[in-house]
């Protein structure tokens, strides 16, 4: 049998909508223009993004990172939230540039559906501007892909890039780090972008009323709080004061992201009454009847990132942070391993 027509078939035929990708690139040029910084040589809209490294660098090196936002955006999806996780994607990888010492210079995205809506994608986008204002870097490309057949109706995935730089002879790689040190938790603003397929996994056994109330808010607002950009506070921070080390407090909690950044002699000792954690990882842990060890291990309890000074910069790290709108903590300290024992400790 022939099967052939002489039907013309088209992209629009086969599930893909030039028309609606313009107008997503239109949407979103006033957010990513709102991002520009000096070092931005064009705009979005051509085939690669310029940038030149500044001449306030005598020995720049470009450190880069790249990340996604994980099951979170499964949430988003079940609750048509997606003004937040843009910020969520910006977090994950600014953040992780920061510990370096790197200040993020410019940013750039992927967002893959199978059909593109474009309201959206404008509001992930919007996001993710949103985000890169936060951390001062520019929202310099990306790249919108429509896959039809890819991706469940009204689902996407998202990826970002971050290049930031650093003084190389400021390099933070926490060889500095020494015993006596002490550790700085800062808070963190929720859950972050950690977790969430153990966090969506207590809300299908518990089922529970996403809209109620919780602490103020409505839970869903709590699950869904977008993750702590920490760059302007923390480069102003190492601007005065000597910074030993920093980790990123993210998949792995304090317990594995921490010793990232510690030498193999070393151990970090963390007093968990130290700081508060917020109501929102308890009723996890109720209602999962998920194990402390377990909590430690998956999510961050509260504290986004953590800073390693002296002992003698400790106060006036404290204030700083305090100062630039963070909520600082003197967590823990820096001893001798003994051993084999962990290199995080929390007692």
Same mark, same amino acid.
């Given at each position: 049998?022939?099967?052939?027509?002489?039907?013309?078939?088209?992209?629009?035929?086969?599930?893909?909508?030039?028309?609606a990708g313009d107008a997503l690139v239109d949407a979103i040029k006033p957010f990513a223009r709102r991002t520009m910084r000096e070092g931005v040589l064009g705009g979005i809209g051509g085939f690669g993004a310029l940038f030149e490294?500044?001449?306030?660098?005598?020995?720049?090196?470009?450190?880069?990172?790249?990340?996604?936002?994980?099951?979170?955006?499964?949430?988003?999806?079940?609750?048509?939230?997606?003004?937040?996780?843009?910020? !969520?994607?910006?977090?994950?990888?600014?953040?992780?540039?920061?510990?370096?010492?790197?200040?993020?210079?410019?940013?750039?995205?992927?967002?893959?559906?199978?059909?593109?809506?474009?309201?959206?994608?404008?509001?992930?986008?919007?996001?993710?501007a949103a985000g890169c204002e936060q951390a001062g870097c520019a929202l310099i490309?990306?790249?919108?892909?429509?896959?039809?057949?890819?991706?469940?109706?009204?689902?996407? !995935?998202?990826?970002?890039?971050?290049?930031?730089a650093v003084e190389k002879s400021e390099i933070i790689d926490g060889r500095k780090i020494a015993p006596g040190d002490v550790v700085i938790g800062l808070a963190s603003s929720g859950i972050h972008s950690n977790g969430y397929s153990l966090v969506r996994k207590i809300i299908d056994v518990t089922k529970p009323d996403l809209n109620a109330d919780f602490d103020g808010?409505?839970?869903?607002?709590?699950?869904?709080?977008p993750?702590?950009?920490?760059?302007?506070?923390?480069?102003?921070?190492?601007?005065?004061?000597?910074?030993?080390?920093?980790?990123?407090?993210?998949?792995?909690?304090?317990?594995?992201?921490?010793?990232?950044?510690?030498?193999?002699?070393?151990?970090?000792?963390?007093k968990k009454d130290a700081w508060n954690m917020p109501p929102l990882f308890g009723w996890l842990q109720k209602h999962g009847h998920v194990a402390e060890e377990e909590m430690h291990r998956v999510f961050n309890c509260g504290i986004g990132m953590v800073v390693i000074v002296s002992p003698e910069n400790a106060d006036k790290a404290i204030s700083r942070l305090n100062a630039s709108g963070e909520t600082a903590y003197l967590i823990g300290e820096i001893r001798q391993r003994a051993g084999d024992e962990p290199q995080t400790i929390v007692k």
């Open positions: 049998m022939n099967s052939s027509t002489n039907q013309s078939l088209s992209y629009r035929d086969a599930g893909v909508d030039i028309e490294i500044s001449k306030k660098y005598r020995e720049p090196v470009l450190v880069s990172g790249t990340d996604g936002v994980g099951t979170k955006l499964k949430l988003a999806f079940q609750l048509n939230r997606h003004d937040t996780v843009g910020i !969520d994607l910006v977090a994950m990888s600014v953040n992780d540039i920061l510990v370096q010492g790197a200040e993020p210079l410019f940013f750039l995205d992927y967002f893959a559906c199978g059909k593109l809506d474009v309201k959206t994608a404008a509001d992930v986008i919007k996001g993710v490309g990306g790249e919108t892909a429509e896959m039809p057949s890819m991706y469940p109706d009204g689902e996407y !995935d998202l990826a970002g890039f971050a290049v930031g808010r409505s839970l869903a607002d709590a699950l869904m709080a993750t702590r950009i920490y760059v302007k506070p923390l480069l102003s921070l190492m601007a005065d004061v000597e910074v030993r080390g920093m980790a990123h407090i993210t998949g792995g909690g304090l317990v594995e992201n921490i010793p990232r950044v510690l030498q193999d002699h070393l151990t970090a000792v963390l």
